[in-house]
Nanobody
Framework: EVQLVQSGGGLVQAGGSLRLSCAAS????????ISWFRQRPGEGLVWVSS???????GYIDSVKGRFTISRDNDKNMVYLQMDRLKPEDTAVYYC???????RGQGTQVTVSS
C-alpha cells in the first residue's frame, strides 16, 4: 500500500523558515520522483517542487532560491526546506508520488506578515 505521511509546517513570521517532511512507503522509493504541491485558500493545486531519482530537482519560479527539496533514499524521506518565507507561501502543502494521485495528508503552512 502506497503511503505518504507528512510532518512539519506551522505558523511562522515572514522571513522565517520551516521544513516539511514526507515519509514514503509501499513503492520503490529510489526509482520514484516525489513532488510537492500547494493549495492556497480558494485556489487550485499548484506544483512547487520535485525531486527525481537521478538527483535532479525542479522548482516553480516563485520559490527558486528560497526552497530546497532533498531526499534521503536510505530513509525513504523527502524534505522541503523553506527559507525566507513570504505571506504568499501560505497554503496547504502536499507531497505526491509524482504522476499519481497518491499524496500525503497535507500540512498547513501559514506565514504572517
Amino acid at each position: 500500500e502506497v503511503q505518504l505521511v507528512q510532518s512539519g509546517g506551522g505558523l511562522v513570521q515572514a522571513g522565517g523558515s520551516l521544513r516539511l517532511s514526507c515519509a514514503a512507503s509501499g513503492f520503490p522509493f529510489t526509482t520514484s520522483a516525489i513532488s510537492w504541491f500547494r493549495q492556497r485558500p480558494g485556489e487550485g493545486l499548484v506544483w512547487v517542487s520535485s525531486t527525481y531519482p537521478d538527483g535532479r530537482a525542479g522548482y516553480i519560479d516563485s520559490v527558486k532560491g528560497r526552497f530546497t527539496i532533498s531526499r534521503d533514499n536510505d530513509k525513504n524521506m523527502v524534505y522541503l526546506q523553506m527559507d525566507r518565507l513570504k505571506p504568499e507561501d501560505t497554503a496547504v502543502y502536499y507531497c505526491y508520488k509524482s504522476n499519481t494521485n497518491f499524496r500525503g495528508q497535507g500540512t498547513q503552512v501559514t506565514v504572517s506578515s
